[in-house]
């Protein structure tokens, strides 16, 4: 079974983090995880809000949960609000469907987890993420 490993995650984290300070973002928090749900790796760059880890993580979460991008799901949330509702509900807060979350899969499009962003606006949450992940070699799934 495919699987993504911790140093892979971490090279994702770091690129996210340096494309971020590109950027000029304010501090973020990257959370990377398995394709089970499961922290692989985290860094919360010094002043980042104690709140970005949960965002980070509930984008990342909604996304491998559902094998979409958390941009996807947050369009799918729009035309089926109760039922997005319910989902977080289940999912205790960890599901966050906004943009952010992006999938990370291998060569052969398998997914192996998802990268996960807080610190800018979704649209740049998203980017560093994709970053993140297209640096490390994997492919970034930001389909909707």
């Avoid at 949960?65 to 947050?74: D, K, P, Q, V, Y």
């Avoid at 599901?95 to 606006?121: H, K, M």
Wanted: aromatic share 6%; glycine share 12%.
């Amino acid at each position: 079974m495919p699987e993504i490993h911790l140093i892979n995650a971490n090279k994702i984290i770091s690129q996210a983090i340096d494309k971020a300070r590109q950027m000029k973002i304010k501090s973020v928090t990257v959370v990377v995880l398995d394709d089970s749900g499961h922290v692989k790796a985290v860094q919360r760059e010094d002043g980042a809000s104690m709140f970005r880890f949960d965002v980070a993580m509930g984008k990342a979460w909604a996304a491998v949960a559902m094998g979409a991008s958390s941009r996807a799901l947050a369009n799918r949330a729009k035309g089926n609000p109760n039922f997005f509702v319910t989902l977080a509900a289940t999912a205790h807060g960890k599901f966050l469907p906004q943009p952010g979350g992006v999938l990370i899969r291998d060569a052969d499009g398998n997914i192996l987890g998802a990268a996960g962003a807080s610190g800018g606006t979704g649209d740049e949450d998203e980017a560093i993420c994709a970053y993140g992940i297209e640096q490390a070699g994997f492919k970034a799934d930001l389909s909707e």
